[in-house]
């Protein structure tokens, strides 16, 4: 598996989460981690959390689901189930929807000049 810190390419989304102490991670697409999707947020038992994103996908779709995983995080969907609950379906339509509104903030609806920072 190949990680690599996130660029600046990445900012102002990942410099946002980072503040939160959350590494961002860009891997491989062919990651294992990543199964179909085209990112994951890592919860481990110690509660560190990670978020990785595939270094394969246009920088506007890394922003977009980098905006689409950190809503899964403010909308408490990864805390233990005994403390939570959302059906799987909700909860990939409410961190869709804000999902969409951080990145449309952050970028502008046209998703932002590429590559800038
Ligand atoms: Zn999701």
Redesign the pocket.
Known sequence: MAYAATRGRLRPIAGIIDSFGIPVRTVSRDCEILGEAYGKTIVRENGKITILISDRLPIEEQRLTLA??FA?LLLGHLLPRECYRVPGKQ??FE??TLGFILYNFLYGTNGGRKNSI
Request: charged content about 45%; glycine content about 0%.
């Open positions: 689409h995983e899964h909860a990939e961190a869709e």
